[in-house]
């Protein structure tokens, strides 16, 4: 008997940084939650950084977002795991998610209209601690702008994903991440403007875990 296909969905930094031992790679969507920058994880004990999960739907409209707005399509990349290798990445993906991120499964509608397809994604729950919450993109912004870590810059991180959300379909881009994107560009722009230097920030991380973990460590999709 075949095995099952395996497929992951990646929907942040897996979009350009793949994981090992795939054979396929196909643009396409999921429905249900919202993409925000609301996990800790990529930075500094002093000023712990941003990455992105998802956030179920039905949850996210329960709460007060100053992006009030989401699409109704998280896009991303899924990437079909050659068959004896399965085991092998499984053990990859444990490692490099395993801040604060659990493993869903969901239904992946790719780009082309072709049957949707079940799919494996690493998500950070509201229940665990790296989780944020919401809070005021101006602030989110100078917070990304200053953290920088193990993996390189925060901003990066942001400037990746925005960039390769735009390369995947046309009606891929999502408001929140180009949003914080030209806020953090306008933030650098006035701050080399200036000369003021890009200080540490030492807020607390968030209202909903004012305790959080800041140990430092890498960003959650590394390479």
């Not at 729950?125 to 944020?132: A, I, L």
């Not at 209202?207 to 959650?220: I, P, Y």
């Amino acid at each position: 008997m075949a095995a099952e296909e395996f497929w992951l969905y990646g929907y942040g930094s897996l979009i350009w940084k793949p994981p090992p031992h795939f054979d396929r790679r196909v643009p396409g969507w999921v429905s249900g939650y919202v993409r925000r920058f609301w996990q800790d994880h990529r930075g500094t004990p002093e000023a712990p950084g941003r990455v992105v999960t998802l956030i179920d739907r039905s949850y996210w409209e329960q709460l007060t977002d100053h992006h009030d707005t989401a699409p109704d399509k998280v896009w991303g990349v899924a990437y079909r795991i050659i068959p004896d290798k399965v085991a092998e990445v499984k053990d990859y993906l444990d490692i490099r998610e395993i801040n604060g991120y659990s493993i869903h499964y969901t239904p992946f509608h790719p780009a082309d209209g072709s049957a949707p397809i079940r799919t494996l994604v690493y998500i950070g729950t509201p229940d665990n601690e790296q989780f944020v919450g919401p809070q005021d993109p101006q602030q989110l912004a100078e917070h990304i702008l200053k953290s920088q870590g193990p993996s390189g810059l925060n901003k990066d991180y942001l400037f990746g994903l925005e960039t390769s959300l735009d390369d995947l379909s046309p009606e891929s881009g999502d408001i929140h991440v180009s949003d914080l994107a030209r806020r953090v560009r306008a933030l650098e722009k006035d701050a080399q403007a200036s000369g003021r230097p890009l200080e540490p920030s030492n807020a607390p991380t968030s209202d909903f875990h004012s305790k959080a973990s800041t140990n430092e460590a890498e960003e959650l999709e590394k390479e």
